[in-house]
């Protein structure tokens, strides 16, 4: 890639966030600065410049230009290498103060340690502008000289004194409290105490004040630069370094009582006053509407978070008997979102002082592994791409150039490249086209289509059965799914309108974060502070098809990188960087330029329609949009009009009642639902009741149809008390739960239950906190084909047809005498209660975890059925479906707990022999 200039000067504003302890101290740590870059590129054949030239360049530069006394200037050598090159190093400092940094690289390294010299040397110039000032003026930090108007402001405001006469004497000694370089600062603010004739703390009192001052003129100049840039405060990535920033202002603010004096409107007119200096740089900076919103968004969510984290923070402190670690620090700012300012005023206790090092550490460390390239196309000759010069070509021959095994389908030999292809591969987020090819007379169906390198493989549904040297150079009949790529061009040519109307509707800070384009619906997701209104929503569904009836022509072409960045700047690249010289633009007439190589149409009123389907915040920071275009946002309209339709047929009502209707029907479901949960408790204390008061009844079973057990969970332990009293037992049957509660333990043994409960599989090992959802998938699988009538291995004939049969409710039975005479006439069985679905797995376990809460012990059931089997050949082991049993029971008594003793409560949720436990039931009774 050809440089835009050579040499080439540019002013950079970088971010650099491991200096932050440093930042107010030091007088020359910024989270932002301008770094001069210098770059020169000596090809072959053009010689510009190197070591010797631009030594003396920049020497004359100090000496010359900024008058600077030639023996205040130092030159030291060192020697640079990185990424395999290596080379000379010069830095130059002016009074001791680093100004600049010389690279000139010129050798290439091999790992046995040869060098070799580079065919394009390069010099790489870097030079700290806003150090340039404060050696020139002289003033005790760089920081006054840098913020120059935004300082006076900032001071004045707030009515800061500038202790000028302990800085002049402090300021020489500043830099040598480096957290990088000192290894004991505590030590060093002691050297420099009695150096300028102080007490250690009067100076940090003295400075304190100002410090802060510093790291809010540097980070609020920071974070104004990264919001125009297109980023944003989040929890994600770098933006949770902007977060961390923005929030260590809110929290100096208040700690000093300056919000007060400032306000929202005062600190914008500081970022106003930034962008300003800056301007005189970088050219003046356009209106930018949202940054306002960001900073109120974030300054309301500190406020709102704050006091919760403090009380997290709070709980830590004292868990930790009042002593804070290094790592707890970390946690507090990065996870907790606390500025370390604030962790220190709560706390009592000092800031560490390489604590921002030691989160830039952690930053560094965490890097995406590279995707493995699986094959090698560099010696194939380059595809040519059909598609860019006429997208609506369908139909296309090309002869076969390599054959490649397919490295993840067992080497089989079903990869095609050709010398030309109109297949569109995956790319920019555009999912691949599919259609057939013909080869040697075989109809293959295209499966998959990638581009690597500058070659086209095309995936076939089925190897080739020949030798791969048959079919090289044998011509190929292709034809293209039209519909598909047809959907999949309107979806993408959407995409960049849908990003238009986004910017256009919520303002400049939106950027595209990502993107994917299929044939079923679109997505994109932008760069937003906080999730979308309904409105929003709607503007931006409005602002897109505004753009669609306007008809605008959509132009495709290649230009030079040079002139399109030129002509359109960065915001060509909301798909990411595009290595090469060349770029292809697509221009939407007015409305949207982009670096893209994706199908376009060639004017927006081929799309017809676009349909916003949903928005989502799927991270801090960033907003989805999923939308359809074309014939799939009809058919989107029609299912949703087909759905009100079908509302208004049902409810017998106009389309303009559905909305209140449909209120009105939810609103009466609410309240009939409080009403039935109400009468269950009422109907269950009869029952308790009931059983109670029988003379001769002593354990009564009632046929639930209960959906779950939580009814009784919830509520029979209130009947403790007078079930024990009364030496009585009752047992409530749903279709897979039973649940009892025992006042004589001896009325019924729940383990003869056991061999009538279904046994379930669990593969691994028992995870801990069984009450989760997750911790029983095969017994919820096993459930769910029941309520679908399949079969299940293991199922009794008469439990699938008793699972599939309706059943009427029973109410608590009549009482029982415990013994019959022989010939006496039985009781009459029971009707079978109605079926009802399947309850959660969490249900079982929500009485085991009551037990632990409750402080009753567990029984253990005696036998095989108790016992956990390893299974060798599944690593996991086998365990029987049992009851599980307590007895002792807390209850609530008014405002105290109870424990209530001899008692025994019994219950299991899950698949069981319904019929043959009602049958032990009514013998037991």
Known sequence: MDAPANPLICPQFCVRFNDLDNIGVTGRHYSGFIMIGIQVFNLPGKYVFFKDECTEFNYRWLTETLEIDPEEITFTEDVWCGGGNLGPSIEYFVGGLEIGNMVFMQYKTAHDGKLSDLPVKVIDVGIGLERIPWVINGTPSSYVDAFAEAYDYLRTTLSIPEHTEVWEKFGPYSCQLNVDDSEDIGKTWIQIAEKIGMEPD??????????????????????????????????????????????????????????????????????????????????????????????????????????????????????????????????????????????????????????????????????????????????????????????????????????????????????????????????????NDLGTLIIDGVTYELKDCQKIGKSVLHILNSPLPKEKSFYIGKE??????????????????????VYAASRKTLGPHVWQQGAKKTPVEAHLDISHYQSLTLDEEHQIEKAANDIIRKCLNIKKSMMSKADAEKAYGFMLYQGGAIPGNELRIVNIEGTDVEACCGTHCDNTGEIGFIRLLKSQRISDGVVRLTFVAGDRAYEELKVQTDIINELCTLWGIEQNMVTKTA???????????????????????????????????????????????????????????????????????????????????????????????????????????????????????????????????????????????????????????????????????????????????EAKNT??????????????????????????????????AEIRTRDKIMIEVGKTKEAVTGICHFSYAGAMDSKSIKALLEKSG
């Open 202 to 431: 009067k100076v940090k009192s003295s400075i304190g004040l100002m410090r802060d001052l510093y790291i809010v003129l540097d980070h609020t100049r920071t974070v104004m630069m990264i919001i125009e840039d297109g980023a944003l405060p989040s929890n994600v990535g770098g933006g949770g370094n902007v977060r961390n920033v923005l929030r260590r202002v809110f929290a100096i603010l208040h700690k000093n009582g300056w919000w007060e004096k400032l306000g929202i409107d005062g600190l914008m007119k500081l970022f106003d006053l930034h962008r300003f200096k800056l301007g005189k740089l970088y050219g003046t900076f356009p209106e930018h509407k949202s940054c306002r919103k960001i900073i109120e968004v974030e300054y309301e969510r500190w406020k709102s978070t704050d006091e919760v984290q403090k009380e997290s923070l709070k709980k830590l402190f004292k868990k930790n008997n009042g002593v804070l670690s290094l790592n707890d620090w970390i946690i507090a700012v990065t996870s907790w979102g606390i500025p370390a300012d604030r962790v220190a005023q709560i706390t009592e206790k000092p800031i560490p002082p390489d604590l921002y090092y030691a989160i830039a550490a952690i930053q560094d460390h965490q890097v995406k592994v590279a995707e493995e390239i699986l094959y090698d196309t560099a010696h194939i000759p380059e595809t040519e791409n059909l598609y860019y010069k006429d997208h609506r070509m369908m139909e296309f021959k090309g002869k076969i150039v390599e054959i490649l095994p397919n490295k993840l389908e067992g080497l089989v030999n079903n990869i095609v490249i050709m010398d030309r292809s109109a297949f569109y591969p995956f790319s920019g987020g555009q999912l």
């Open 476 to 497: 190929v009949e292709c034809k293209i799914d039209e519909k598909r790529r047809t959907q999949l061009r309107w979806h993408h040519t959407a995409t960049h309108i």
């Open 663 to 841: 209120d009105r029907f939810f609103k009466d479901y609410k309240k009939l639902t409080n009403e039935t949960k109400n009468q269950d408790k009422t109907l269950l204390e009869y029952q308790v009741r009931l059983a109670v008061a029988s003379p001769t009844m002593k354990l009564g079973y009632a046929v639930s149809d209960q959906e779950s057990p939580t009814l009784y969970f919830s509520n029979l332990d209130q009947y403790s008390k007078i079930i024990k009293e009364s030496k009585k037992g009752i047992v409530f049957l749903g279709s897979n739960f039973i649940i009892g509660i025992l006042g004589d333990p001896t009325l019924f043994d729940p383990k003869l239950i056991n061999p009538l409960l279904v046994k379930v599989e669990e593969e691994g090992e028992e995870k801990k906190g069984e009450d989760k959802k997750e911790g029983e998938p095969k017994e919820k699988k096993k459930r769910d084909k029941k309520i679908k009538g399949e079969a299940v291995k293991g199922d009794k004939p008469s439990e699938q047809k008793k699972l599939d049969a309706p059943k009427e409710e029973k109410k608590i039975d009549e009482p029982k005498p415990e013994s019959k005479p022989a010939g006496e006439k039985k009781p009459e069985a029971p009707k079978e209660d109605k079926k009802v679905e399947a309850i959660k797995p």
């Open 847 to 880: 009485g085991e975890k009551k037990d632990k809460k409750k402080g009753g012990e567990e029984k253990k059931p005696e036998g095989k059925k108790g016992e956990e089997k390893k299974d060798s050949k599944k690593g996991g082991s086998k365990k029987a």
